[in-house]
């Protein structure tokens, strides 16, 4: 089998799981949209993505951004960044991404908005919230979030669409669930502040039919599409 039809096949078969799990909760399968999530993998696994029309891929590292671009260059791909993002990256995030899915913190915020001004360009941006207990997933504190969006209203380039979250690693489904719901209600408490959230970026290839009953619009896949990672070694 090609690179292109496994790939096909692979899609075909998450979207079947995705409207799936959309039914079980009583929700518009059209309500859910998938994120390729493309690290670990090179420009080839890409291109055979974009033969089957997808066109938006998420990325952990603006480095693979960087070099996935120049091998792709002349293809219209929106890049994502789904990682945790330092603040020296910004003038590659603001020059190369479409849409930043982990904003944490109000130095972020000031760095891209600075570089997006220099290259007269907007950016799509989604408030990653920390609702997992383990210190070593990133996200901005929950109490905090209302102050910070209101902080946001003076980015005139930042267009904050949503918010993004994490969930715990555990094999309570319990848990796992509790992570997303927190992010709807404060999806929810921010909209009776006037905060316009439409999305909630919440879910990946083992968790996502807990994120979608908790009312997810995104689910970030990456192994169920593009099968499992190789990470080199450190």
């Not at 590292?61 to 960044?81: C, H, M, N, P, Y």
Request: with cysteine; proline share 3%; hydrophobic share 40%.
């Amino acid at each position: 089998m090609s690179d292109t039809a496994h790939l096909a096949a692979n899609w075909a078969a998450i979207r079947a799981r995705v409207d799936e799990a959309c039914r079980a909760a009583g929700r518009d399968p059209g309500e859910v949209n998938i994120l390729p999530v493309s690290k670990t993998f090179g420009p080839d696994v890409v291109r055979s993505a974009l033969a089957l029309g997808l066109r938006r891929f998420g990325e952990n590292k603006v480095q693979e951004i960087k070099e996935k671009s120049a091998a792709l260059a002349g293809e219209a791909i929106d890049w994502v960044v789904i990682g945790h993002l330092q603040t020296n990256k910004a003038k590659d995030v603001a020059r190369l991404a479409s849409e930043v899915q982990s904003l944490d913190r109000l130095e972020l915020a000031e760095a891209l908005h600075h570089r997006l001004e220099i290259e007269n360009r907007t950016l799509d941006v989604l408030v990653q919230v920390k609702t997992a207990r383990e210190e070593s997933k990133h996200g901005l504190p929950a109490e905090e979030l209302p102050t910070f969006l209101a902080r946001l209203r003076g980015y005139s380039t930042l267009r904050v669409q949503g918010l993004m979250t994490l969930a715990t690693l555990s094999e309570d489904p319990g848990e796992v669930r509790a992570c997303f719901r927190q992010l709807r209600e404060l999806r929810d408490r921010c909209a009776e502040e006037g905060h316009e959230l439409r999305r909630l970026s919440m879910g990946m290839s083992g968790d996502f039919p807990l994120a979608i009953a908790e009312g997810a619009t995104e689910v970030r896949i990456g192994t169920a599409i593009f099968g499992s990672r190789s990470y080199a070694p450190a």
